[in-house]
């Protein structure tokens, strides 16, 4: 059965870093496109970035275009988001989607002082 696992959210100062972590099973995750979305407190699930299979082309939602890195290793079945530049809108819990199959479970983002 296929499964998402998110990790590596947390709190963190504006301007800060974090890793976030989506660990795949159950599946042939090389030939999945995976998206990173997040959602906060009284709005809509909105896309952050997404990569394709390969990792060669990946897309960015304006809001973190030049903060968030996303990338995969398809050998671990792993997908990542680097966010750096930290801001307080940027608070959400974080979803990873393998398109068209399996959203993970969250993990909660806190950008504050």
């Known amino acids: 059965q296929a499964e998402l696992v998110e990790s590596g959210g947390g709190l963190v100062q504006p301007g800060g870093s974090l890793r976030l972590s989506c660990a795949a099973s159950?599946?042939?995750?090389?030939?999945?496109?995976m998206t990173w979305y997040r959602q906060a407190p009284g709005k809509g699930r909105e896309l952050v970035a997404t990569i394709f299979t390969t990792g060669g082309r990946t897309i960015y939602a304006g809001s973190v275009k030049g903060r968030f890195t996303i990338s995969r290793d398809n050998a671990k079945n792993m997908v990542y988001l680097q966010m750096n530049s930290l801001k307080p809108e940027d608070t959400a819990v974080y979803y990873c989607?393998?398109?068209?199959?399996?959203w993970g479970q969250g993990t909660q983002v806190t950008v504050s002082s």
């Open positions: 159950g599946f042939t995750f090389s030939a999945y496109t």
């Open positions: 989607y393998a398109y068209n199959l399996r």
